[in-house]
């Protein structure tokens, strides 16, 4: 059986905010183009061992670029709180890792909690 942590609220709240921040963002790099700034379409020569193409891009849009940018700064804030936190420090450094992936998985284990 796996190890039991008792994460504090704080710590699973940015876990929880992390893994939503990265879902967002996700869905926004689905959407835009593939290039920031407008860029003509290329292809790669015929005889590439791995050819390749893309079309023209418009770039991106004011709003999705500041959204991007402002998620992306969540992002960082978020991962740097939950890897700074002093909960690790109650760890030998060989099991935070477990722990981290622990916390990483939490949600899982909450929702198998709940629906059981």
């Given at each position: ?23 967002d ?80 998985h ?11």
């Amino acid at each position: 059986m796996a190890a039991s942590y008792d994460f504090p609220q704080n710590l699973t709240d940015a876990q929880d905010e992390l893994r939503q921040v990265r879902a967002d963002l996700q869905t926004l790099y689905r959407r835009v183009p593939w290039s920031v700034e407008p860029l003509d379409a290329w292809e790669t020569h015929e005889n590439t061992w791995r050819p390749s193409s893309r079309p023209a891009s418009p770039g991106w849009d004011p709003q999705d670029a500041a959204e991007i940018a402002r998620l992306r700064k969540r992002e960082r804030e978020l991962a740097t709180a939950i890897v700074t936190h002093l909960y690790w420090s109650n760890f030998a450094s060989a099991d935070v890792l477990a722990a981290r992936t622990a916390l990483k998985h939490h949600h899982e284990q909450e929702m198998a909690d709940a629906s059981s």
